[in-house]
């Protein structure tokens, strides 16, 4: 007896592909490049790692207040650890990366009132901030000074010093031995 001959993929019928135009034929999507800004910022302003609810790990970031005298406590956010970096060009600093254009939510402790024994009374606000006047409020709370900063102080100092050196006659005395030696 014969035996019935199964199908299989080789011999299951196939599906004849039609032709491809040119007008079929869509064109892939560019991926939008999104402005990122790096926020720099101390590694003392970095809290220890917890884990939210989601699994993963997240720091919390402070924001310190800009006036110095101001004594209230400091806002902060929360952003994940992996995207935090360790600065290589500075032991003491840390960046992260955030969408230019994104806000993020930043909390700030407010005082209520204050308790029956003494104590404040504290609560938490929490609001959405954009992520340019984050960086703006880090970047005030840390100085920077740079060389160019003081350029203008530095030149002085110096035409200052060369008038000094022309002026005091212990200097003139060398300078003369000098030239007198050179000829």
Known sequence: MPRKKEETKDTAPRKELGT????????????????????KFAKGLVGDEFQGKDGNTYREIKIPNEDKDDKTPWKSFVAPSNRIREDLYSQNMMWLKLPADGYTTVKQPVLVGTLPDGRNDWKNEMYSMPNKDIKTELDASRPRESFKDKLAEK???????????GKNPVIKEKQSKKKEQAL
């Open 20 to 39: 491809l135009h040119m007008s079929d034929v869509k064109e892939p999507e560019e991926k939008k490049d999104y402005e990122m800004i790096t926020l």
């Open 155 to 165: 030149q002085d100092e110096v035409k200052s010093n060369e008038a000094a050196k």
